[in-house]
């Protein structure tokens, strides 16, 4: 069965500096991988997908970027944290667009 | 652009109870319509879909008809137990179909015994 990891769940982090969080996926091959984010308050925001191996979409300019360097493997990362870069970070990925997404259990970033 | 509205919450109901949560959205074309469950603890799960107007998606007691004429898409149960206290979802996807996502800001809903 496929199954997704992410972490870490929580990270507290100063302003200025790196970030890297991690999602790994199991059990399936070349799936659409998604990063999303979560604000207090707000919906849930498209960060960026993509749907194979260094092909990334980005949906709105930030300070984040993300990368995918193996099939199953999507990093989303930042050189210089921001204040506004606080929030809930949810990978997600599917088989196809359109199809079901299947959700990680999320990492809660707190940048000071 | 395409968006996605919740009723606010937190929506705290009795057990048995019935449940509303109103979702309505703004789309151009034909989306598919959905809504995810996030249970304390846990990462987001499809609760259910619809992707077509009058279909309606259904799953564990919940109901959502997809209503074009209104472009609503409001989540119901009859009877709710202390195991639905969670936060609930609305989504469209993209029609473009690539996958993406587009959420409503969630409703929590606390179900007391």
């Known amino acids: 069965s496929q199954t997704i990891h992410q972490w870490p769940a929580t990270l507290v982090q100063p302003v200025g500096s790196p970030l890297s969080l991690e999602c790994t996926v199991e059990g399936t091959s070349n799936p659409n991988l998604y990063w999303y984010r979560q604000a207090a308050g707000r919906g849930l925001q498209l960060l960026f997908y993509s749907v194979g191996i260094g092909q990334i979409s980005s949906e709105v300019p930030q300070n984040l970027s993300a990368s995918r360097p193996q099939d199953r493997q999507f990093i989303l990362s930042s050189k210089k944290l921001l204040l506004s870069d606080s929030g809930f970070y949810l990978c997600?990925?599917?088989?196809?667009?359109?199809?079901?997404?299947?959700f990680g259990s999320g990492t809660q970033l707190s940048v000071l | 652009g395409d968006s996605v509205t919740q009723m606010e919450g937190p929506v705290t109901l009795s057990e048995e109870a019935f449940l509303t949560i109103n979702c309505t959205y703004t789309a151009t074309g034909y989306p598919s319509l959905f809504w995810y469950v996030q249970y304390p603890g846990e990462g987001l799960q499809l609760l259910l879909k619809a992707t077509k107007a009058d279909d309606k998606g259904s799953n564990k007691g919940f109901e959502a008809t997809y209503r074009k004429e209104t472009t609503s898409f409001h989540l119901e149960k009859g009877s709710v137990q202390v195991s639905d206290s969670a936060v609930y979802f609305c989504?469209?996807?993209?029609?473009?179909?690539?996958?993406?996502?587009?959420f409503g800001q969630g409703t929590t809903l606390q179900v007391k015994p």
């Open positions: 989504a469209l996807s993209d029609v473009s179909n690539t996958g993406k996502l587009i």
């Open positions: 997600a990925w599917s088989e196809d667009p359109g199809g079901k997404l299947f």
